[in-house]
C-alpha cells in the first residue's frame, strides 16, 4: 500500500441474504459505499486523474475543476490531496448546506451558481467549463469521460464476473453519468452474451423512455439523487441495457430502511432503487443464474434528508 488510493474498488459482494430468501434465485450486491470516500464515485476519480496524468495534462499544484454536487467531489478531494492538486467544485444553489461544507473541509474551493437550465450561460456546467479555459483548470468531465466507462469496464465487472464464479444472470444500475452501465455491462457481455443488463431508473426520469424507444420522455420531480435525467449522457451506451425498471421514491425509501434493518448494508437512495429492480428482475424468472444490483454510495450523505429522518 503507498497510499488510501490503494484501497479503491476490489470491493465485497454480497447476497441479501434476509430480503431476497424467497426469491427463486440469488440476489447479490456490489458493496461500492465501502469505496474510501463511500461512494463508486472513487473510482472515475482516479481513473480520470490517472488518465490525465499518463496524456500529461497534469502537473503537481495544477487545480481540477469539476460541476458536481456530491460524490464525484468527494472521490476528487481524495485523489488530490494523496496526488497535491488543488480543487475546485462548481455547484448550484439548490445543493445542500451540508455538501458546501463537506467539500470545504476536505479542502475544496467551492464555486456556488444560479439555479439555471443547461442551455443557459450561469448553468454550473457551462460556468465549470468556461473557468477551466479561463484559467487553465483541468476539467475532469465526468459526464463526457472515456475514462469513466473504461474504469468500469476494467475493474467494476470483472470484479463482478470473478466474485460470481462467472455466472451472472442480470446485473442492474441507476444511471447518473452511465459509466457504471456502460462499462459493466460491456465487461458482462463480452463473457456472457446472455446477461441481462438492467436500467434502474426513476419514476419521473425521462431516462427509462429513452432506453426503451429513443426519445426521451416527459421528466418530473423525484427525491432520488444521482439517477436519473432528461437528458441522456453521452457515455451510455443505449444498445447495452436490456430491460428498464422503474421505481418510485416510495419504493427506493422502503427499501433503503430494509438494507439497513436486515441486511446491515449503510446505503443511500440509489442504492434502494437498484435493490427494488433486482427483486423484481430475480422474481420474474427471466434468469436462473444470480442477480446482481450495484450500491452506489453510503447512507451518511442523506441522514439530514426528511426521507431519512423519517425512519428515526
Ligand atoms: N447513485 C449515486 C448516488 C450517484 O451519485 C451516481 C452518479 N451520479 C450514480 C448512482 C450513477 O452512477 P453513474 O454516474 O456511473 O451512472
Not at 160 to 168: D, N, S
Amino acid at each position: 500500500m503507498t497510499s488510501i488510493l490503494d484501497c479503491i474498488g476490489r470491493t465485497p459482494l454480497v447476497p441479501l441474504g434476509r430480503i431476497a430468501a424467497g426469491l427463486p434465485v440469488p440476489v447479490l450486491v456490489k458493496c461500492e459505499h465501502l469505496n474510501p470516500g463511500g461512494s463508486v464515485k472513487d473510482r472515475i476519480a482516479l481513473a480520470i486523474v490517472d488518465d490525465a496524468e499518463r496524456r500529461g495534462l497534469l502537473r503537481p499544484g495544477m487545480t481540477l475543476i469539476e460541476a458536481t454536487a456530491g460524490n464525484t467531489g468527494i472521490g476528487l478531494a481524495l485523489v488530490a490531496a494523496v496526488r497535491g492538486y488543488r480543487l475546485a467544485c462548481v455547484m448550484p444553489e439548490k445543493m445542500s448546506i451540508d455538501k458546501r461544507q463537506a467539500l470545504a473541509a476536505l479542502g475544496a474551493e467551492v464555486i456556488i451558481t444560479p439555479n439555471a437550465p443547461p442551455a443557459h450561460p450561469d448553468n454550473f456546467q457551462n460556468v465549470a467549463r468556461r473557468i477551466a479555459l479561463e484559467k487553465c483548470w483541468f476539467l475532469t468531465d465526468q459526464f463526457n469521460s472515456e475514462a469513466n466507462v473504461r474504469v468500469h469496464e476494467e475493474t467494476t465487472g470483472p470484479e463482478i464476473l470473478a466474485q460470481c464464479g462467472g455466472v451472472v444472470g442480470a446485473f442492474i444500475a441507476g444511471v447518473g453519468t452511465g459509466g457504471t452501465i456502460t462499462g459493466v455491462g460491456r465487461a458482462l457481455k463480452s463473457r456472457l452474451p446472455a446477461v441481462r443488463i438492467v436500467l434502474a431508473d426513476p419514476v419521473g426520469s425521462g431516462l427509462a423512455h429513452w432506453a426503451l424507444h429513443g426519445v426521451v420522455g416527459p421528466d418530473a420531480g423525484y427525491q432520488i439523487e444521482g439517477i436519473g435525467t432528461s437528458q441522456p449522457p453521452s457515455i451510455l451506451d443505449r444498445s447495452v441495457i436490456d430491460a428498464v425498471e422503474s421505481v418510485s421514491d416510495a419504493e427506493s425509501f422502503a427499501m433503503v430502511q430494509r438494507l439497513l434493518r436486515e441486511e446491515g448494508l449503510l446505503v443511500g437512495g440509489s442504492a434502494g432503487t437498484a435493490v427494488v429492480a433486482a427483486m423484481r428482475v430475480a422474481a420474474s424468472g427471466i434468469t436462473r443464474d444470480p442477480v446482481v444490483a450495484l450500491l452506489p454510495d453510503g447512507w451518511d450523505r442523506y441522514r439530514s434528508k426528511p426521507w431519512m429522518m423519517a425512519f428515526s
